[in-house]
Nanobody, 123 residues
Framework: QVQLVESGGGLVQAGGSLRLSCAAS????????MGWFRQAPGKERDFVAV???????DYADSVKGRFTISRDNAKNTVYLQMNSLKPEDTAVYYC?????????????????WGPGTQVTVSS
């Protein structure tokens, strides 16, 4: 079992930055691929970024060059640094953990989810 809790969301002006954190419980955090997803009102949940257990990363095209995912296995925490934020980045952001062989981009592949943190970008 892995429990995830996101933090760091809030209200920011367009062009600003936020850093989201996701703290995981348990002693096997390093064995999981960790992903960030987001869901805007009335829309489906979308993939944002993933970091594999070995540290490889991948991003949605919409956030490439602006967002950076990282992890600190000693702190059981994954981060999402978000720069140059746009109003269209407004959403609830979720972190998720997957213990499979390959770091997935599909939310259906993930085993554990946090409750989410709201990010609102004003224009």
């Amino acid at each position: 079992q892995v429990q995830l809790v996101e933090s760091g969301g809030g209200l920011v002006q367009a062009g600003g930055s936020l850093r989201l954190s996701c703290a995981a419980s348990g002693r096997t955090f390093s064995r999981y691929h960790m992903g960030w997803f987001r869901q805007a009102p009335g829309k489906e949940r979308d993939f944002v970024a993933v970091i594999s257990r070995s540290g490889g990363t991948d991003y949605a095209d919409s956030v490439k060059g602006r967002f950076t995912i990282s992890r600190d296995n000693a702190k059981n925490t994954v981060y999402l640094q978000m720069n140059s934020l746009k109003p269209e980045d407004t959403a609830v952001y979720y972190c998720a953990a997957d213990g499979g062989a390959i770091a997935p981009k599909s939310g259906s592949r993930y085993d554990y989810w946090g409750p989410g943190t709201q990010v609102t970008v004003s224009s």
